[in-house]
């Protein structure tokens, strides 16, 4: 029988097993495990036969994925709740894996946080937080996990999660484009580096996600509890893809071996467009600006 459902952007959905040779007895670690996107793709894996490893900040909710994986037939090997930013810490869940299986098989990099605002309100923590868990969590996992996985000589693979802010000029994301921007120059050094040990990387590009994240983003110097912003908020949400869908994608570029992930048609559109017509991006990512400062309640 399927898991229990959770709310819309909980991240526990259906397991359907359904054995993938990419993916079955393999051991694969995902970090942001316990809901949206990382949440979903546990699931999905672990639906595909894999040996889900979880780590994640919030115990409660990463041991609610677990036992629900485990309910329905899906294996779960070490959980960890820890924070990416905690070097040791990975390391520390890197040795539990390592003493268990051996080595990882699959790395997937799915936890983050967002922080918009304008240059003159985002305030240094806001920066340094963003560029820590979205740039540094991921090069902490791939220190602790990617060396193993080159010893075994096995082949493997890699998944950075970016953004869509990782490949546009998007209004406000100045600190969040440069986290996402940067793991996208890591994945694509990588790309080469490891295709020698057979390691394959996938840079994926989510669009928008209906996830706990768009309910928590911070806004610098904007009413978030606003009516103006939560009407925004759900505008946003209403166009979102779900999780499942976002965790489908990645299992799919990592069955193909694809480089550029895309969750939804409107990012690879505009990708195509920046690359194609770079004039009619431009003039996208203005208008696009223009609206953002009309639309957005900024606090006094």
């Known amino acids: 029988m399927p898991v229990a459902s959770a709310p ?71 959980i960890a709740a820890l924070d990416i930013r905690d070097l040791d810490a990975v390391r520390g869940f890197a040795g539990k894996v390592h003493e268990q299986v051996g080595h990882a098989d699959i790395v997937m990099n799915i936890a983050g946080v967002a922080a918009w605002g304008t240059v003159d309100r985002l305030e240094h923590e806001q920066w340094q937080n963003v560029i820590d868990i979205n740039l540094m969590g991921p090069i902490h996992v791939i220190e602790a996990f990617l060396p193993a996985m080159i010893a075994a000589g096995e082949g493997g693979h890699l998944v950075n999660v970016s953004s869509a802010a990782g490949l546009f000029g998007l209004p406000w994301h100045a600190a969040y484009s440069a986290s996402k921007f940067g793991l996208r120059g890591v994945s694509e050094v990588l790309r080469f580096d490891l295709r020698r040990h057979r390691i394959g990387v996938s840079l994926v590009c989510p669009g928008g996600v209906d996830t706990p994240l768009t309910a928590t983003v911070e806004v610098a110097g904007v009413d978030t509890t606003s009516k103006r912003f939560q009407r925004l908020q759900r505008r946003f949400r209403g166009h979102a893809v ?12 990592v069955i193909a071996n694809r480089y550029l992930v895309f969750t939804s048609g409107d990012i690879r559109l505009l990708y195509h467009v920046q690359r194609l017509a770079p004039h009619v991006y431009a003039g996208l990512m203005r208008g696009a600006n223009a609206i953002m400062f009309r639309a957005m309640p900024v606090a006094e």
């Open 8 to 78: 819309p952007g909980g991240g526990i959905a259906s397991l359907a097993m359904n054995p993938h040779p990419k993916f079955d007895r393999k051991n694969v670690v995902i970090t942001g495990a316990a809901s949206g996107i990382g949440a979903a793709t546990a699931v999905a894996v672990a639906g595909r036969g894999g040996v889900v490893h979880l780590t994640d900040r919030n115990q409660d909710r990463l041991d609610d994925v677990a036992a629900a994986i485990r309910a329905d037939g899906g294996t779960v090997g070490v």
């Open 242 to 253: 779900s999780p499942e869908t976002a965790a489908a994608a990645i299992i799919r570029g």
